[in-house]
Every structure is written in C-alpha cells, then in structure tokens.
C-alpha cells in the first residue's frame, strides 16, 4: 500500500508560479513512476506529468511542456509540480498518483493504482 499526500496548492495570478509537493509512504519510493494528475469541474480527470523512478524518463502533456516541470527526491520520499506562467485553464484540483511499475510514465489514468487526496489550484485572469 501507498500513501499519498499533497500540498502547495492556493490561488495565484496568471502568469504566476506555484509549486505542489507529494510525499510518499508505504512502498519503496525508488521502485513507483510518479505522476500527476489534474480535475477540472465538469470535467475528466487528466494526465499532467510523469517523471520515472530513477528521473531518467520524464513525461509532460502537451498543453503544460514548457511551463511545469516535474522531479522528485528519492531520498527524501518526495515529487514536486513546478508550475510556471500558469493560466486560469490550469485550474484544477492536482492529484499526485504512483505507479508499482518504476519505468513507465504512462498518460492512461486508468493504469495509475495510488492516489492522493489532491489538492486545489486557482488561476484568476
């Protein structure tokens, strides 16, 4: 089992940046892809970012490459979301997940087991 927890949502002006963290517990860290994940009112849930065990492979949905990046610290049990030049579009509530496989960063929702509570993101224009 995996515990999932994230923080450093709020709200912020577009074109502003905001960085959310994941802590991880219950398995061991290096062996799980991370990811993030993004829910919209109304809306599915969507792929974000991706980043391997080792953070050889890294994986970024269209819509935020160049503007998010994602990293992680083994040592430390931890994944973070930077976010940069964000626009009300990007705001969601942000879900951290992992994976029991290390390698595959995959997009498919469906293929991540662990979830965390998530956590709001608020862009006003």
């Known amino acids: 089992q995996v515990q999932l927890v994230e923080s450093g949502g709020g709200l912020v002006q577009a074109g502003g940046s905001l960085t959310l963290s994941c802590a991880a517990s219950?398995?061991?860290?290096?062996?799980?892809?991370m990811g993030w994940f993004r829910q919209a009112p109304g809306k599915e849930r969507e792929f974000v970012a991706a980043?391997?065990?080792?953070?050889?492979?890294?994986n970024y949905a269209d819509s935020v490459k160049g503007r998010f990046t994602v990293s992680r610290d083994n040592a430390k049990n931890t994944v973070s979301l930077q976010m940069n030049s964000l626009t009300p579009e990007d705001t969601a509530v942000y879900y951290c997940?992992?994976?029991?496989?290390?390698?595959?960063?995959?997009?498919?929702?469906?293929?991540?087991?662990?979830w965390g509570q998530g956590t709001q993101v608020t862009v006003s224009s």
């Open positions: 997940a992992a994976r029991n496989s290390a390698i595959s960063t995959t997009q498919n929702v469906n293929m991540w087991r662990y």
């Open positions: 219950g398995r061991t860290f290096s062996g799980s892809a």
């Open positions: 980043i391997s065990g080792n953070s050889v492979l890294m």
